[in-house]
C-alpha cells in the first residue's frame, strides 16, 4: 500500500512550445533541456525526480531545494532553454524561425506558451499518478514514439523500471517522500 507522505516543494511541471510548434523533435533541442535540468540539478536548486520530452511540450516532476523558488527556477528554465533554442535554430537558418516570430515588445521570437501549467504535488500518490501520466505521455495515440515506456530515451521511464542511470541528476521519488 502507498502511504501519504508528504515532501515540501515539489512540483508538477509543464511548458508547451508555441502553437504546439514541434521544437523539441529535433535531439538537440531536446538535450538542451538535459543540460538544463542537469546544470539545475549540478548547483542544488532542484531535485529531479521524473520528466520526459515530447515534440512539442515537456513535463518534469522536481523539488525546488531552500533558498530557491518555484517561480525563479521555472522562469530561469524557461529563458535559458529559450535562448539556447533559439540560437540553434538561428544557426541552422530552421524554416521554424518563421513560426515562433512574434515581434512582441520584449522579444522577436518565442519559444514557449506563457503561463506554463504546474502545481504542487502534496502527496505520494499523486507524485505516483503523475509520474505514470507523464512516462506514458509517448505511448499516447497521435504520438506513439515508442512501444513501451522505457524504450523511449528522453524521459524518466528507464530509471524507474529498469534503475538505468541514462540521466545522473534523476533523484528517486521516494527520496524526498
Known sequence: ?????????????????????????????KNIVIDSLQFLSDNKRVKVLGFVIMPNHIHIIWQILAPHKNEDIQRDFLKYTAQQIKFSLIKKDSVLLDDILVNAKDRRYQIWERNAFWFEL???VTLLQKLNYIHNNPLKEGWLLAKCAENYF?????????ENLNFNFLVHYLEVM
Open 1 to 29: 500500500m502507498i502511504s501519504l507522505r508528504k515532501a515540501s516543494n515539489v512540483y508538477f511541471f509543464t511548458a508547451t512550445n508555441l502553437n504546439w510548434i514541434k521544437l523539441l523533435e529535433d535531439d538537440e533541442h
Open 122 to 124: 502534496d502527496n505520494s
Open 154 to 162: 528522453f524521459s524518466s521511464a528507464k530509471f524507474y523500471i529498469q
